[in-house]
Nanobody, 121 residues
Framework: VQLQASGGGLVQAGGSLRLSCAASGVIFSINAMGWYRQAPGKQRKLVAAISRSGSTKNYADSVKGRFTISRDNAKNTVYLQMNSLKPEDTAVYYC???????????????WGQGTQVTVSS
């Protein structure tokens, strides 16, 4: 499984970024996809997850109303639109495929390199 996350960068508070994660080596359409983040010195946590059809989504409370997860099964890609960014959103962001139940654990699955998001105040 190869996961290539991109779209991170440096942005001012209140700004927006759109992350993308292209997956290969996995049957994308039968897997749920999750976005996770890990800030320095902290554990990796789920940010948002989307079911294989895209009909079900789950968001961490800290990003509800600001972030939107979506997917394009034809392109084997999952997206994370991040609006109204805050300094506390600063982290490395990762994506992960898997069964829906595994989205809520960071103990399972394959991780790519991640993409750095830095939000300045």
């Amino acid at each position: 499984v190869q996961l290539q996350a991109s779209g991170g960068g440096l942005v001012q508070a209140g700004g927006s970024l759109r992350l993308s994660c292209a997956a290969s080596g996995v049957i994308f359409s039968i897997n749920a996809m999750g976005w996770y983040r890990q800030a320095p010195g902290k554990q990796r946590k789920l940010v948002a997850a989307i079911s294989r059809s895209g009909s079900t989504k789950n968001y961490a409370d800290s990003v509800k109303g600001r972030f939107t997860i979506s997917r394009d099964n034809a392109k084997n890609t999952v997206y994370l639109q991040m609006n109204s960014l805050k300094p506390e959103d600063t982290a490395v962001y990762y994506c992960k495929p898997g069964p829906w139940a595994t989205m809520f654990s960071t103990d399972f699955g394959s991780w790519g390199q991640g993409t750095q998001v830095t939000v300045s105040s």
